[in-house]
Structure formats: C-alpha cells, structure tokens
C-alpha cells in the first residue's frame, strides 16, 4: 500500500497565485486532514473531513479551501498565496476520529510563497 | 480554548542519559492522547494513551497519563543519537487532534 500520498513535495509560489496540493491515500480512511507546520511550530488544523462530501473548518482554515469529493482525495487549494502560507504541509488520514493507531502522515508538501 | 503545552522546549542530553517529555493539555471532550516523533520528515507514531495510569511500552521509550491532572510523560531511557527528533504530543477529542509546539531533543555521541 502506498499510504497517503502527496503532491507536489516543493513548490515555489509567487505572491496572489494560486495552486492546489493533493492529497491521497489507499487505505480506505473516512477521515483525513491538512495540517499546515511552521518552523519551530506545532502542526495547526487547517481542515478536516469525516467522509466524502463533507468538511469542516479546523484552527486556521483563512485562505484555504478544501473539497472531498470521493474517499481517497483530499485537494487543499490555495486561491491567493501570501507569504504567511509559506511553510510545510501535512495530509494525514485515520479510519476514525479515534483513530486508534493516530494518523498516517504523508511526507509533507514545502511551500514558499515570495 | 483547547491549549496543549509541552516542556521544555528543547533538551540537549549525552548518549546513555535518560529523559522525560512532558505534555498538559486543556481540550473539551477529551478522548485520548497520542505521542509523535518527527524527524525530518512527517511524524511518526508512537503511543496512543486513554486510560489513566496505565504505562505503555516499546523498547526503551515508555509513556503514561493523567487524566485527573491533564498530563502526559514520554520517558526515554538510554537514549542514542536516533532518539534526536522533535517529540509530540497530540490530545484528541474525537474529530480532531490538538498537536503542541513538540519538545526537540538532541543526543550527543
């Protein structure tokens, strides 16, 4: 299995572009999530999403949008990027909320918006 | 406001030396608490911790909660220059989980 899968791994951004980091994962999780992690920060929620069609707000959703339209894909977008979005992001999938085994991690997109 | 703090911040050790991490947390609706290491890629799992008092083991990392007092350890014993990561600590409440600013260790040779 491949896990959670996301793309791009780097990508440089100029300042009111736009783009979206995909997400995926094979292992038939409801639930998936993107954290965003600054340098000497925890992760922070941006959004999360319980199951196909549906998804809520997290810590820091401005700026952000998201949409779940089948299980596998979980696509974070990015209308108009501001040099506060640089930093490295992080999908992550559980079967549950409880997710008893805690998430499985994808390795991370690092964004730089200049 | 659901809060989570781990201490200390960072932690420089020698190889053999043994330490604990320690993680508080303030979240409604509490469900369990997970533990993390993070190297320089996506964290990976460690611990999942419900019950109070209960001790969980793997190899010389150990960990433990509170629930009456909100807090959680990670104790590492021997610990070797792999252990170097950042450590931490997620408390869930069910849809989601709170990570705290993570506690960085560093083992010298």
């Known amino acids: 299995n491949a896990g959670v899968t996301q793309t791009p791994k780097f990508r440089i951004l100029k300042i009111g572009q736009s783009m979206t980091l995909q997400c995926a994962q094979d292992m038939n999780h409801n639930y998936m999530y993107w954290y965003r992690q600054d340098p000497g920060m925890g992760l922070k929620l941006i959004y999360y999403s319980v199951g196909a069609g549906i998804t809520d707000k997290g810590e820091v959703p401005n700026g952000y949008n998201v949409s779940r339209s089948t299980t596998e894909d979980f696509p974070l977008r990015l209308e108009l990027a501001a040099p506060s979005q640089t930093s490295v992001y992080f999908c992550a999938s559980s079967y549950s909320g409880h997710a008893d085994y805690g998430y499985t991690f994808g390795s991370g997109t690092r964004l730089t918006v200049v | 406001e659901d809060k989570v703090v781990q201490s200390p911040l960072s932690l420089v050790v020698h190889e053999g030396d043994t330490v604990t991490l320690n993680c508080s947390y303030e979240?409604?609706?509490?469900?369990?608490l997970l533990w993390y290491k993070q190297e320089k890629k996506a964290p990976t799992f460690l611990f999942m911790l419900?019950?109070?008092?209960i001790e969980k083991k793997s190899g010389r990392l150990s960990s433990i909660l509170d629930k009456k007092e909100l807090f959680s350890i990670l104790n590492i014993t021997a610990t070797q220059t792999g252990d170097s990561a950042i450590y931490l600590c997620a408390p869930n409440t069910g849809n989601q989980f709170y990570f705290g600013t993570g506690t960085s260790l560093t083992v010298i040779p």
């Open positions: 419900t019950s109070s008092g």
């Open positions: 979240v409604t609706n509490f469900r369990s």
